[in-house]
């Protein structure tokens, strides 16, 4: 993989993020943001049987933000959330200490591993996952 930030992987993915609409009818909704840079993610989620349905955002953000945010929503649905917590926390670790442990989670996800070279990216990566992991303990604190 190159160690340029913005190669050809990161630009493909952040173009698959304006394919993926918000939902009309979401279990959680959740906006982020990222006031030192300006990003913001708002995701919409859906479960249906214990695992994700759906998977709907709207991005404002940079490159590796929408990126981040279309990895998301093509590989969310099907997932549980204990699983998808597992891979936000992991991803977390990888961006920020050490990122061959990207190598074992979402193909998708070994493109982010020049962002570990320039920890003022590092945010913009993982406010996808930070509003995932929200909404998902919005879903779960919601329950009867």
């Not at 549980?80 to 050490?98: C, N, Q, S, Y």
Request: hydrophobic share 45%; net charge negative.
């Amino acid at each position: 993989m190159t160690d340029q930030l913005y190669h050809q992987a990161i630009l493909e993915l952040a173009k698959q993020a304006g394919r993926t609409p918000r939902l009309e009818a979401p279990d959680a909704s959740v906006t982020v943001d990222n006031p030192l840079c300006g990003d913001r993610v708002t995701l919409d989620l859906s479960l249906a049987d214990g695992r994700v349905g759906a998977v709907g955002h709207k991005v404002r953000g940079c490159l590796l933000c929408q990126a981040a945010a279309a990895v998301i929503a093509a590989r969310a649905p099907g997932e549980t959330p204990a699983a998808l917590l597992a891979i936000a926390e992991r991803l977390g670790r990888a961006v920020r200490k050490d990122p061959a442990m990207a190598e074992c989670l979402w193909p998708e996800l070994e493109a982010f591993a020049p962002v570990h070279a320039h920890r003022s990216r590092h945010d913009c990566v993982l406010l996808p996952f930070e509003a995932l992991t929200r909404a998902l303990d919005e879903i779960e604190n919601s329950g009867p």
